[in-house]
């Protein structure tokens, strides 16, 4: 076992400083890096997929009386209910200030388990220990917490930082293929929105088949991006829009899906959304035709979806009039200028969102 890289995230403004460890089979350390000991009690939310992986093997590492919350796996589980019975058992375990969770899974977990141990008795330690490519290059970093409510994303929930994050690559091993993918739409958008350079490497990379080396050195940089942009702007006034490309329509979709037989995995919906944001961009003159094409090429590059079915199509822009990103009721757009560059709060014409939209139906 062996720490390969240690960044950190530090937001002077918030005296924020959360060390962030990356390396292959790492988990174990969780240990020490949070100090369990120092606790009263630890508690470790996990959904049953992870349980089931990785969940014998926590159950080692840790002390006997760590308590362990298992939840169901899905985004569509990702309730005020599900919160509410994370709270629920961490108060019948007597959990205290001095308290400790760990969040052990995929977004879901450590958006949810974040939000629970954020608002326990006014907010307790938690630690992150991302499972999944998606979480680990994103969900996991930058302290938003929260819960979907109403039909909307994220919409209850705080920013909160974790004590630590975990990025242990051993732990994708067990990630089922689609999963894996999914997660690289986070690492697309990273580099369509701050890194040409990135852009560029992945662009060259053969998503399905890379070497653990390989995929360590993108973690990196793509955690390294979020890092940046998160510590210029923690709570989202102004830079980390960014970070929001692709979202607008890519949750309309998403949580759209969940209300199917076939609900899409975040990064999938997210994909689809920077097609047509990426389009909404191309039509507004701010990218060229060939980038436009660069970045489809991309994604299908990455086996990732860019369209979706015509019934959607009049539903997707109820549901964007309830992000919580708009103002005044008027969509703000993070569109791109170029690859590796994105500008906020761009507002468009509803006939121009109309086409963007109209392009990823099928
Ligand atoms: N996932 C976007 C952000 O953390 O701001």
Known sequence: MSIKEQIRLTVNADKVSVPIYVGNDIYADVKTIASINDYSKVGVLMDKNVAYHWGESIRKVLRKNAIYIIVPAGEENKTLAAAGNVLATLLKHGFDRKSLLINFGGGMICDLGGFAA????RGIAFVNMPTTLLAQTDAAIGGKTGVDFNGFKNMVGSFAHPKAIICDSLLLSTLPEREFRSGFAEVIKHALVADKKLFHTLAEESFGAMDEDKLAEILLQSCGIKCNVVSKDANEKGLRKILNFGHTIGHAIEMLSHDTRNPLLHGEAISIGMIAEARLSLLSGLISKEDFKKIEDIIEKAE????????????????????KKNERNIIKWVLLKGIGKAVIDEEQPGKLINKAIEYILI
């Not at 954020?118 to 008795?121: N, P, R, W």
Request: hydrophobic share 30%.
């Open 118 to 121: 954020s608002t326990y008795m």
């Open 304 to 323: 990732l979806p860019s369209r979706i079915s015509k019934s959607y199509k009049n539903k997707i822009y109820a549901k964007m009039m309830g992000d």
